[in-house]
């Protein structure tokens, strides 16, 4: 007999963080008994850790995602420094998504659509952890002017092809995403970013260094030709 999978449950901090809120904004969502333009109330706690409030966070980011799902008309994207880095709600609204939940919807239901994030944040508690993902400026406006699917419009440059890498080079050499998603047996930079930010490539994780002195490439994670190489051996086996 198949058991029922237990609800993910997140208290108002850990919705603060993907959402780009605070947790008191959270927590008046809830007490205001705000609603949606659908007019449905905020999801009801499933739970309580202490004093803390839980809610099912399945419901909730079904309730943000329908709460405003249209995208801006004629957005123009604020001037950033390219190197700043926005959060998956900071990220949506740059991009011009009134749905501040829009980049994680993405992530979920569009796999290899959406770039991996640049920096993951390991927050919350030892019984209570998650991960805030972050974008740089810089990787959403080549995005915006890259990315597939309908609307491209003539003269948009194409995603570059992956490169060619050979799989018996030095085995402590250094190499970027690009290599390793070629090494990998990705079809696209998008689809191994897609996967390694919802976690199937765990062995990558761990980075083995960040470029430097490499102009646009500088802060991007770098892993050895040896642990992509057992990654890709543990992806054959599963």
């Known amino acids: 007999m198949t058991s029922r999978r237990e609800p993910r449950l997140a208290d108002a901090a850990e919705i603060a963080a993907e959402q780009g809120l605070t947790p008191a904004r959270i927590s008046g ?13 905020f999801p009801e706690p499933v739970g309580k850790r202490g004093r803390a409030r839980l809610w099912d966070h ?3 980011t079904a309730w943000f995602a329908h709460r405003a799902p249209a995208r801006l008309a004629e957005h123009t994207p604020p001037a950033l420094d390219p190197q700043t ?3 998956a709600a900071d990220a949506s609204r740059y991009l011009g998504y009134k749905n501040t939940n829009q980049v994680n919807t993405y992530l979920r239901d569009h796999p290899g659509y ?12 030892a019984n209570n952890p998650y991960r805030r993902q972050l974008w740089k400026v810089q990787t959403l406006t080549e995005w915006m002017a890259t990315r597939p699917g309908r609307g491209r419009r003539a003269g948009r440059k194409q995603a570059p092809p992956l490169p060619d890498v050979p799989a018996d080079g030095d085995p402590d050499e250094l190499l970027g995403a690009s290599q390793a998603a070629a090494l990998l047996g990705f079809k696209s930079i998008n689809s191994f970013s897609s996967s390694l930010s919802q976690g199937n490539l765990p062995l990558l994780k761990t980075t083995d260094g960040i470029a430097e002195n490499a102009g646009r490439q500088n802060g991007r994670r770098r892993w050895t030709r040896r642990r992509i190489l057992k990654q890709a051996a543990q992806r054959s086996t599963t």
């Open 29 to 41: 969502l809830y007490t205001e008994h705000a609603q949606n333009t659908a007019g449905e109330t």
């Open 58 to 60: 399945a419901e909730v």
């Open 85 to 87: 880095l926005l959060n």
């Open 114 to 125: 959406f770039p991996q994030p640049d920096e993951i944040e390991e927050m919350g508690t």
